[in-house]
């Protein structure tokens, strides 16, 4: 386990010498490719030669393209956070690479103007960093506020209706946990985007809360449609099959 948490940034550190080489046509190529395909050992080593290609080319697409990626490497690295059973010194360990994925995207979306989908991908950055009440609530209103600022730039925003539907689906009850009003937010950015994969997801969980399994299975097999990668409809197909491939 070890290995795999720390290899993305020995890898990334090692592409980085030829990254100068690649067009960045090239780069969104593949960031488009490890977006599919939830490939973690990829996706951290496309971060690493975008931090370099940021470096010697800034510019606001690069900056949004690298942002895009360590967000993916936060999420990816969360999901085997919560999935992986590993002894509770591991666990922290990984909980950093999670931190450390998030700070590199805040840092290069810091320079990028004042758009919409900045201040989405900053919520979700910030959602990768909540892992216990505890950052919950010492981080619970910063991604309200970055979600609240993507929808008042762009309030068609599919991805930030998404964004936006995160603390009523998976908070407790306490802490803005609210599953209609998730769901409403989810048919809201579905009517927007019919093919919304995480839309999708998401809404499958919120049938699923509710007690619509089948309804959520429609949602995850439609999403596996769209993307056959897509782990998290892959997962939550096998959780409602009793871990069944």
Not at 115 to 137: H, P, Q, V
Not at 174 to 201: C, F, S, T, W, Y
Request: charged letters at 30%.
């Amino acid at each position: 386990m070890g290995a795999r948490i720390f290899g993305g940034f020995v890898l990334g550190a090692l592409v980085c010498v030829s990254a100068s080489a690649v067009s960045f046509e090239e780069l969104q190529k593949r960031a488009e490719q490890v977006q599919r395909e939830y490939d973690l050992p990829l996706a951290e080593a496309l971060m690493g030669e975008l931090q370099f290609f940021v470096k010697e080319n800034p510019g606001d697409e690069s900056r949004m393209a690298l942002a895009r990626v360590a967000l993916l490497v936060a999420e990816l690295r969360r999901i085997d956070y919560e999935t992986t059973d590993v002894d509770p010194r591991e666990k922290r360990l990984l909980g950093r690479t999670i931190d450390e994925a998030a700070r590199i995207g805040h840092e290069v979306l810091n320079k990028v103007p004042n758009i919409s989908e900045k201040w989405r991908i900053k919520a979700d950055l910030i959602g990768t960093m909540i892992r216990s009440k505890y950052k919950g609530n010492k981080y619970g209103g910063e991604m309200d506020k970055a979600t609240e600022k993507a929808l008042e730039l762009d309030p068609e925003s599919a991805n930030a209706i998404v964004t936006g539907s995160k603390r009523g689906l998976f908070a407790n009850r306490g802490q803005g946990g609210d599953v209609p009003a998730a769901l409403k937010m989810l048919n809201r950015a579905l009517g927007i985007d019919p093919d919304h994969e995480r839309a999708l997801i998401f809404r499958g969980i919120a049938y699923e809360k509710l007690g619509n399994d089948d309804l959520a299975e429609e949602d995850w097999k439609r999403a596996l449609e769209l993307n056959p990668h897509s782990r998290l409809a892959k997962e939550n197909l096998r959780s409602m099959n009793g871990g069944a491939n």
